[in-house]
């Protein structure tokens, strides 16, 4: 804007119109902020489906070259040494059969990668098949659940027998 006072021409602008550009620009990041979270935390779901139909079509791939077996669910939970999935290495179980006929390396192979210093096991906030990020951490129940990086510390079973967490082979 420019103003004539006296014989001067002054440019530029006033406080008020300044503050008022201002407050129409707060107004409208007020206004569009809770629509941009709503839009990343559909993001994060339409991610955590797919990830899912990842290990589905991994499980059908699987079905479909052994005649309609599923992978292995595993002995029980994994919830401790002596209620283990099963052995890690068994490339029938979900975790590996799903992973592996989806294209991606069995959960037994991210273990030993992990155990070898390389890539660490998946975990919140991490890229993988194997984690939804608008699940919530795991949260400790009963006194023997054993909790670590936000998942249910599962068990299975090293190629001697021996019960071992997910973190080792």
């Known amino acids: 804007m420019c103003r004539q006072v006296g014989r001067q021409l002054h440019h530029g602008f006033t406080l008020i119109e300044v503050l008022v550009v201002v407050g129409i620009a707060a107004l409208l990041l007020a206004v569009l902020l809770p629509s941009l979270s709503r839009a990343r935390r559909v993001a994060r779901r339409v991610i955590c489906m ?10 059908h791939a699987y079905e479909t070259a052994f005649r309609g077996v599923l992978p292995w669910e595993g002995y029980a939970e994994g919830d401790r ?16 059969a799903c992973s592996t006929y989806a294209g991606y390396p069995s959960y037994a192979k991210m273990q030993r990668t992990d155990l070898a210093g390389g ?10 098949h194997f984690v939804c990020s608008e699940a919530n951490p795991a ?8 909790v670590q ?4 510390m599962l068990w299975g079973l090293n190629a001697a027998g021996t019960g071992l967490d997910r973190r080792k082979t």
């Open 50 to 59: 797919n990830n899912l139909q990842v290990l589905g079509l991994g499980a």
């Open 139 to 146: 949260a400790p129940g009963p006194v023997d659940d054993l």
């Open 149 to 152: 990086d936000g998942y249910f």
């Open 81 to 96: 040494p002596i209620r283990h999935l099963g052995p890690w290495e068994d490339a029938s179980q979900w975790f590996n």
């Open 119 to 128: 890539q660490r096991l998946p975990r919140d906030g991490d890229t993988s």
